[in-house]
Nanobody, 114 residues
Framework: QVQLVESGGGLVQPGGSLRLSCVVSRSIFSINHMGWYRQAPGKQREPVAI???????NYSDFVKGRFTISRDNAKNTVYLEMDKVKPADTAVYYC????????WGQGIQVTVSS
């Protein structure tokens, strides 16, 4: 069983930055893809950013140019660098990994507010 643990969430002011981390309990070297989703209150979970085994990245339009996904295979960790955050980015953020079987983290709250 694979475990994922997110960290780095919290309260940030509009226009600020935050970096989320997700540590996976096994090697991520042979993944198919991994990334981040988010779920705001009253809304469905939606994809934010994905990184493939080859390092290709994809972003949802609402975060393009502001968020950056990366991973460190040596640390079994995927990151989400969030810049120029907006109140609309407030949500619970979930990381996932697809080996191809998919595992999810428990989620971490990000609140953007002044």
């Amino acid at each position: 069983q694979v475990q994922l643990v997110e960290s780095g969430g919290g309260l940030v002011q509009p226009g600020g930055s935050l970096r989320l981390s997700c540590v996976v309990s096994r090697s991520i070297f042979s993944i198919n893809h991994m990334g981040w989703y988010r779920q705001a209150p009253g809304k469905q979970r939606e994809p934010v950013a994905i990184i493939t085994s080859g390092g290709t990245t994809n972003y949802s339009d609402f975060v393009k140019g502001r968020f950056t996904i990366s991973r460190d295979n040596a640390k079994n960790t995927v990151y989400l660098e969030m810049d120029k955050v907006k109140p609309a980015d407030t949500a619970v953020y979930y990381c996932y990994v697809a080996y191809p079987f998919i595992s999810w983290g428990q989620g971490i709250q990000v609140t953007v507010s002044s």
